[in-house]
């Protein structure tokens, strides 16, 4: 995989449910006409605008931890990673059906483990998603030697985490290594001593978006 583009400005997740949402607004268009299709063509326009993946700077700060994901920052807090069990900077973006959902890393480094934790499906919004949803772990470890957890959370609607590295990855910053199909959240857990750049409620966007620094 690359960060670089050219680059499927439409996610290739996203292709069989395109085509499917074309092909019944064509149909039912020709067979009834625009007034009954209409409805169709608006589902047909929304999955386009939900697996679209578009290209973003990406910033090169050696200590900028990058925000994985498109959405709202929900939660700046410190907290004890589950993965690696230690005190941790959480920082979770909370992405809606309206935000990009390809994920990507925010640091450069390896994968050093992945874990996967089936779960139940509430609102990712909520502070408990993080124990008690799906989702899918990623330890990445810096070219610093910093140990960052960066978590796909699936949501009330997400029914699909997809990841595409197993740990002995490398990832560079920006690096689309995933994607969460229709609503969910991602959680970084950064090691003590990073420094937040977001506050709650901002908005962030993949890779270009800068949400801490390393010690």
Not at 107 to 133: C, M, Q, T
Request: aromatic share 10%; glycine share 8%; charged share 20%.
């Amino acid at each position: 995989m690359s960060n670089n583009y050219p680059h499927p400005l439409l996610a290739r997740e996203g292709w069989p449910f395109i085509a499917i949402a074309l092909a019944v607004a064509l149909v039912i268009n020709g067979a009834a006409g625009f007034g009954w299709a209409l409805p169709f063509w608006l589902l047909f326009i929304f999955v386009v605008q939900f697996f679209r993946d578009p290209p973003r700077p990406i910033p090169q700060g050696a200590k900028d931890v990058l925000s994985p994901a498109d959405g709202r920052i929900v939660a700046i807090e410190p907290v004890r990673d589950p993965y690696l069990d230690r005190d941790s900077l959480k920082i979770s973006v909370f992405m809606n059906v309206f935000n990009v959902h390809s994920n990507r890393s925010p640091v450069d480094g390896e994968v050093v483990a992945r874990w996967y934790n089936a779960g139940r499906f509430v609102n990712a919004a909520l502070d408990k998603a993080s124990v008690e949803n799906e989702r899918n772990a990623l330890h990445l470890r810096t070219t610093d030697g910093h140990d960052v957890t960066c978590v796909q959370v699936a949501g009330l609607i997400a029914r699909r985490i997809l990841c595409y590295v197993e740990a002995g990855a490398s990832l560079a910053r920006g690096q689309r290594y995933g994607f969460i199909r229709f609503g969910s959240r991602v959680d970084v857990y950064l090691p003590p001593g990073s420094r937040a750049r977001v506050t709650i409620g901002d908005k962030v966007s993949a890779s270009s978006t800068i949400l801490a620094e390393l010690p």
